[in-house]
């Protein structure tokens, strides 16, 4: 397949439309036409219960879900080892954090007992879970080896 005419489907983080984005574009910083805001971010993409199940359905990059809650206190410190891979998968993967108290109905339906969980979702379906927080290599390596060895 041409390269040039290659593309994927990314869900704007703020407008929750998916945009239609040539793959050689990804590493390009693109906007989304309807609201002008970044697609691909450096940081995590908060997101409620409405949004995630929105957003990983309109993705066509596999989406890393982070279950958190500010109270959990191995949550914090896995926050900056979520931050690192948003960078380092930037243009391979998504990177979201969804709040376990507002968010419910996500919890439920992913069947989250426990927090920090980690989940690597395409098309909205579960691939793997990670359990607890790791160190950013296990987390790269966790995601390389369910991906089939994505940058990072």
């Not at 309109?58 to 931050?83: E, M, Q």
């Not at 990177?95 to 069947?111: E, I």
Request: charged content about 20%; hydrophobic content about 40%.
């Amino acid at each position: 397949m041409d390269p040039s005419t290659d593309r994927l489907h990314i869900a704007c983080p703020d407008c929750r439309r998916a945009v239609r984005v040539p793959t050689h574009r990804l590493q390009q910083s693109p906007r989304c036409p309807a609201c002008h805001t970044a697609l691909l971010r450096l940081e995590p993409v908060e997101l409620d219960d409405a949004g995630l199940e929105a957003f990983a359905r309109l993705n066509d990059l596999p989406v890393l879900v982070d279950f958190w809650a500010p109270w959990c206190g191995p949550c914090r410190h896995y926050a900056p080892v979520i931050a690192e891979a948003a960078r380092k998968l930037h243009g391979h993967v998504v990177v979201v954090k969804v709040n376990s108290d507002t968010a419910p109905a996500s919890s439920a339906r992913y069947g989250i007992r426990s927090i920090p969980t980690t989940l690597l979702l395409r098309n909205g379906q579960e691939l793997a879970r990670l359990s607890g927080a790791v160190p950013t290599p296990e987390l790269m390596r966790f995601v390389a080896h369910h991906l089939a060895g994505p940058p990072g």
